[in-house]
Structures are given as C-alpha cells and as structure tokens.
C-alpha cells in the first residue's frame, strides 16, 4: 500500500462492484492507497451510483498519477483533516 492512490476496497464490495460498474476493475492499476483524489474531492459512498461517480475520481487518478498529483492530494488531505466542519 502506498501513502496516495485509491482506497482499498473490501473484496465482497470489489466483486459486486466489477459486476454492477463498468471499468471498475481499471481503479486497480495503481497500488492503493492511504488517501486519493478520490477521498479528498468526493469522500464517502453509500450506494453503487454515488460509487460509480466517485469511480470517476479514482481514474482520474489512474490517468494521471504522479508526484506532483500525488503532492496536490497529500495538501488537500492535510487541509480537509485540518478542517473537520467541512463538507464536501
């Protein structure tokens, strides 16, 4: 696991997810991670649709991941845990 990348997701979640969401199994190029755009720009979902557009950000991460990516969410992770009142 790495400090950024996609968050780890629970196996049973991964399985139905590849089944519902198409390209969800792409999300799994890069190593996972602590924190990733993902959690830092949509946080959390409760269903497959809000699961399908946090999908976006994960491979927005994928196509585009690298230091200076990774430094963009290391700051905004920093300032969202900094700031608890704040919503996404």
């Not at 089944?19 to 602590?34: A, C, F, K, N, T």
């Not at 196509?63 to 430094?71: A, C, T």
């Amino acid at each position: 696991m790495a400090l950024i990348g996609p968050r780890p997701e629970q196996p049973t979640l991964v399985a139905r997810y590849i089944d519902l969401i198409p390209s969800y199994e792409l999300r799994h190029l890069v190593r996972p991670g602590l924190s990733g755009w993902a959690q830092v720009y949509y946080g959390y979902a409760a269903d497959v649709h809000e699961t399908r557009e946090k999908l976006a950000f994960d491979l927005f991460y994928v196509q585009h991941f690298g230091p200076i990516l990774d430094l963009k969410i290391l700051a905004r992770t920093i300032w969202v845990y900094c700031n608890p009142n704040y919503v996404r």
